[in-house]
């Protein structure tokens, strides 16, 4: 994590992935398309943001996508999802539409959460997406709760947890690791290792920066996997889930990772080195997968290029639903502060 | 009707929740096999269970969470916290979590969470285990804030707020648990309102908690020479009941209203403003309040009793709006 700095890169990417997917066509092509949308639906945020059409904080997951793809693809509609303010790809691939993510950044009230949310409070209770939460740290509790009330009525859920990096430094994930342990709850803790939290570089704030030993610690299965593999994370985060849903408790991945773009919007990215970067670009997830599928005769240039038409062609169509939205009424701001009206 | 004490009913609230809600069950600090720090569970693990009678390990923040989190995934969980002043250890969870999951989520997502705690001095116990924050957490839209003061509220709030699909934060003074006063055998009480425990026609005394046995201890005092003082029990103090305070007031002309909290920014003081901006014309001398010194709670007895309102200096401000 942090050799020298000879080459003036202090986290050197890994070495991109390769050997053959080991997927049949249709699931091998889903992962990209899933990919792809996270990022061309990004891509058009940042635009849209330059614009002014979406504002507040907007937190990309460039980069970070076969996370989000090799996970999310594992899970099953009774299973409950929480993630964190860099949340948009963890939405989408749980089912939110994608119009209903536009929407709501542009404060809409056809929005997954009404316009009261934002980039960083997508929440869609039909399918068990409880956010979208822009505490550090602040899902993993709600995980463990998640998690007590399946077991506690013998539901066979799963409560995946998303966090990065920098929520290992917060109490919260110390706390709920122990808990989760201790009670034996079905959750899955998905740490998202980008490196950075927010502009602080891991080994500037963390004692131990191994993540598996801090969740070893709480007597809980760690696996560390290279989160710029789409297949690497697909297959750690089934094995794991798996187990968690059998009954085994609680487990740890730490999936490495790297945002490609800044922090957020208002970041000028002065903690780390741009041939770090670019390095890690060079690894992408996206354009390492499509080369391997390329070369294992699953895909050609053609089928990319239809693959990616259609993803901008849903982009386009969000972007469309979100402009024909309409605002919530201001007669409605107090609505839903309590169920039932005060 | 039975003779009971404060703890006697919050006991029985608890062991009647759990047998007639199956989504509910109890998580906290030594609720368990050590009964309750303030035995308020005493004897419920043996009838429920450690399903429903769990013991949490000393994680505030998580266990609070926890709670949020088996209410969205469909349970009634009560989360006992042991005292107020550990709640600040789960401030985030029921500030960044509970009260704004709904709003946030465009009404999609509630969360039917009871947080229970102790507030309140009067035992010596010093600065950490003392405070009154129950004025803060009534400042945060989203959670409903109740102080059951009777036997009767003590008994009967907890379903109700079993009921709501919101959380509720319970209250329970400490100084009240001895307490001991008549209970109905069937008890049925709403968390939206105030109510009047002693009609009277000069001032109205205006209070919630631990500070209203003593607010009608002063109202006796006052009796006695002659002063007839109403007292209105807040009960809930998120949402105010609002109409209720301006009717006491409109009738008495004079407001006197006492918090056990500090004076500065406290529950008092709104309460006040809104008396000031609902029946200004109506009141005969300037609204008064007796809060708690703006001090660390001492440890002394005699600092300690000088730090709270008490009877008499209740029945002295009372005095001076005459």
């Known amino acids: ?89 963890q939405a989408l691939l749980r089912g939110v539409t994608m119009g209903a993510i536009m929407a709501e950044m542009y404060g809409k009230r056809e929005g997954c959460s009404r316009g009261r949310g934002g980039s960083m409070h997508l929440f869609d209770a039909a399918t068990r997406f409880f956010g979208g939460n822009a505490i550090v740290g602040g899902g993993l509790p709600l995980a463990a709760g998640l998690a007590l009330a399946a077991k506690l009525q013998g539901e066979p859920r799963v409560t995946a947890c998303f966090f990065g990096d920098g929520a290992t430094a917060e109490g919260a994930f110390h706390e709920s690791m122990n808990l989760a342990a201790l009670w034996k709850l079905p959750v899955l803790f998905l740490c998202e290792n980008n490196l950075y939290a927010m502009g602080t570089a891991i080994e500037r704030a963390e004692s131990q920066t191994d993540l598996c030993v801090k969740a070893a610690a709480y007597a809980m299965p760690a696996q560390k996997v290279d989160g710029m593999d789409v297949v690497a994370v697909h297959e750690a985060v089934k094995a794991a889930c798996a187990r968690v849903r059998a009954g085994g408790g609680p487990a740890f991945l730490e999936l490495c990772t790297y945002r490609f773009r800044a ?80 | ?168 934060l319970v209250f329970e003074h400490a100084q009240l648990y001895n307490m001991e006063g008549e209970c109905p055998d069937t008890v049925a009480v709403d968390i939206a309102s105030a109510k009047l425990r002693r009609a009277g026609t000069q001032l109205s005394i205006i209070t919630y908690g631990g500070c209203l046995p003593k607010a009608l201890e002063a109202a006796e005092q006052l009796a006695a020479e002659g002063i007839e003082a109403e007292v209105l029990d807040l009960r809930v103090l998120r949402p105010l009941d609002t109409a209720s305070i301006l009717a006491t007031v409109r009738k008495t002309r004079r407001a006197l209203v006492v918090d056990e909290g500090w004076r500065s920014g406290s529950l008092a003081a709104e309460v006040m403003a809104r008396i000031v901006e609902g029946a200004f014309y109506e009141l005969d001398a300037p609204p008064a309040r007796v809060c708690s010194a703006e001090v660390p709670m001492p440890y002394a007895k005699h600092l300690e009793d000088a730090a709270l309102p008490q009877p008499a200096t209740i029945a002295a401000a009372a005095k001076r709006l005459l």
């Open chain 1, 1 to 89: 994590m942090s050799e020298p700095r000879a080459s003036g890169i202090a986290h050197p990417a890994p070495p991109p992935p390769s050997g053959p997917v080991p997927y049949g066509r249709e699931l091998a092509l889903r992962l990209l398309q899933d990919m792809l949308r996270i990022r061309r639906l990004e891509e058009k945020s940042a635009e849209l943001y330059g614009a002014g059409k979406i504002r507040g904080f907007l937190h990309l997951y460039i980069g970070e996508e076969a996370v989000a793809a090799g996970a999310m693809r594992v899970f099953a509609p009774e299973d409950n999802i929480v993630a964190t303010y860099r949340e948009h790809g």
């Open chain 1, 263 to 342: 922090h957020s919007m208002f970041d000028a990215e002065l903690y780390r080195d741009k041939a770090e970067v670019e390095q890690w670009k060079t690894r992408g997830p996206i354009h390492t997968f499509s080369a391997r599928l390329k070369a294992q005769g699953l895909l050609t240039e053609e089928e990319f290029l239809a693959i990616d038409a259609r993803v901008l062609e849903e982009v386009r169509a969000a972007v469309e639903f979100a402009e024909a939205g309409t605002w919530e009424p201001v007669e409605d701001l107090e609505k839903d502060v309590y169920t039932s009206a005060p």
């Open chain 2, 1 to 168: 009707m039975t003779r009971i004490s404060y703890r006697e009913a919050l006991r029985l609230a608890l062991q009647d929740g759990l047998r007639r809600e199956p989504r509910a069950f109890l998580m906290g600090e030594d609720v368990g096999r050590y009964g309750g720090s303030y035995a308020i569970s005493k004897g419920l693990l043996e009838e429920f269970g450690a399903e429903r009678v769990r013991d949490a390990p000393l994680s505030e923040l998580t266990f609070v969470g926890a709670g949020i989190g088996a209410a969205l995934g469909g349970l009634r969980p009560i989360v006992e916290v042991m005292t107020v002043n550990f709640s600040l250890l789960a401030l985030d969870q029921i500030v960044n979590t509970a009260a704004l999951f709904r709003h946030m989520s465009g009404g999609q997502l509630s969360v039917p969470l009871v947080i229970r705690m102790a507030t309140g001095a009067g035992r010596q116990l010093a600065a950490q285990h003392s405070h009154s924050f129950e004025g803060w957490y009534a400042h945060i839209p989203g959670i409903r804030i109740v102080a059951p003061a009777t036997i009767e509220d003590a008994r009967g709030m907890l379903w109700s707020a079993l009921q709501d699909p919101d959380t509720v």
